[in-house]
């Protein structure tokens, strides 16, 4: 029935419109048949090409909307494939056996590679991992406990294969990301390899990083309040405005790091070398600095009220606030060691054997 409507409407629009038309623009005026008929036919011929015109515009639009329809069940399956995959992952993350659950993290990591949507709900899932599989101190007899000595305790990547796994996927899927803040406080991460990470706005609040490998690092804005992070190394990284109020960081290595506008108040940092460092604005107030290797540090602007600098090396190339006087604080003037050259390698905190401190 559609067709032959569609028929009829044709014929109607071709064979009699065009001289409804000629005659309606007439008026009743008497032309020559041969003028009449060429008339009807350039009618006919405008109202054919309106028609083409229109046919074409349809047959645009409705491949339009094949198109539309056809990529909206291309992602409703596309977001099905997903949530499966996403389901199977958190599954594997309850295993019993590490490999499984590495495979389950790495699954995650591929997942926020190509879903934006799910990309912070993974995020937040690989520090919740953290928080759960490595708390600090540590809970039950199987992982290194506390009084056990930092030389005694295997790299992280040895004794938690998957909570190394989570942590670099943290690290990397952070890059870019919008200022949230994440949550991995209170973790073990003695040892850790965290070389190379985007570790910004992250909170480490309560955690144990010492010995941790943190070199070329970028942790803007993180917060290690109260941190264990003895023998960190933290060289060439970023810890612009960090938080390390009450840290313990004794025997770290920050040589050329960034710690502008950080803020280390009593925190801990006898024997820590802070070689060629900028602490423009930095707040030392009542930390403990002495012994620490100042040597070529720029302490421009930094707030030193309280600190203790006995016995701290400094050389002529470190730069003070205003008027502060090295000898009252007592302060000892050394040779600079000169430029301090690149880690090609992995950094030797991962590995080496640390020294006792001098100043326990």
């Known amino acids: 029935m559609v067709v032959l409507a569609l028929l009829a409407a044709l014929v109607v629009l071709v064979v009699v419109l065009p001289g409804l038309v000629v005659d309606h623009d007439l008026a009743g005026a008497r032309i020559e048949v041969s003028e009449r008929l060429g008339a009807v036919n350039s009618v006919r011929t405008t109202l054919l090409q ?135 406080s209170y973790s073990d991460l003695r040892r850790a390899d965290c070389d190379g990470l985007w570790l910004n706005n992250i909170n480490f609040d309560g955690a144990c990083l010492e010995a941790a490998s943190i070199y070329q690092a970028n942790l803007t804005r993180a917060s290690l309040i109260a941190a ?60 403990d600095l002495r012994l620490a290797d100042l040597r070529g540090a720029d302490l421009t602007g930094a707030d030193l009220a309280q600190a203790k600098l006995q016995g701290a090396l400094a050389s002529d190339f470190t730069v003070w606030p205003p008027g502060f006087d090295l000898q009252a604080a007592g302060v000892v003037l050394a040779e600079d060691p000169g430029d301090e050259p690149n880690i090609l390698l992995p950094a030797a905190a991962l590995a080496r054997n640390v020294r006792p401190l001098r100043s326990v």
């Open 50 to 184: 309106a028609v083409g015109g229109a046919v074409v515009l349809f047959g645009a639009y409705a491949t339009w909307r094949q198109l539309r329809v056809g990529q909206e069940n291309l992602n409703a399956t596309r977001e099905g494939h997903i949530t499966d995959r996403f389901g199977r992952a958190i599954d594997q993350l309850g295993s019993e056996k590490p490999d499984v659950r590495i495979g389950g993290l790495y699954a995650l990591w591929r997942i926020a590679d190509h879903s934006a949507h799910d990309r912070e709900a993974v995020i937040s899932i690989m520090a919740a991992f953290l928080r759960t599989h490595l708390p600090w101190p540590p809970q039950g007899a199987e992982p290194p406990s506390v009084e056990v000595s930092i030389n005694s305790v295997p790299p992280l990547e040895t004794r938690a294969a998957d909570a190394q796994v989570a942590l670099t996927g943290l690290g990397v899927l952070c890059q870019g990301r919008r200022p949230d803040w994440l949550n991995v």
């Open 228 to 287: 264990n992070m003895r023998y960190v190394e933290l060289g060439t990284s970023i810890l612009h405005r960090c938080r390390c109020i009450e840290a313990d960081l004794r025997g770290a290595r920050m040589v050329r790091a960034d710690l502008r506008d950080a803020d280390f108040s009593e925190a801990d940092l006898r024997e820590a070398n802070l070689r060629k460092a900028r602490a423009h604005g930095t707040r030392f107030t009542g930390a």
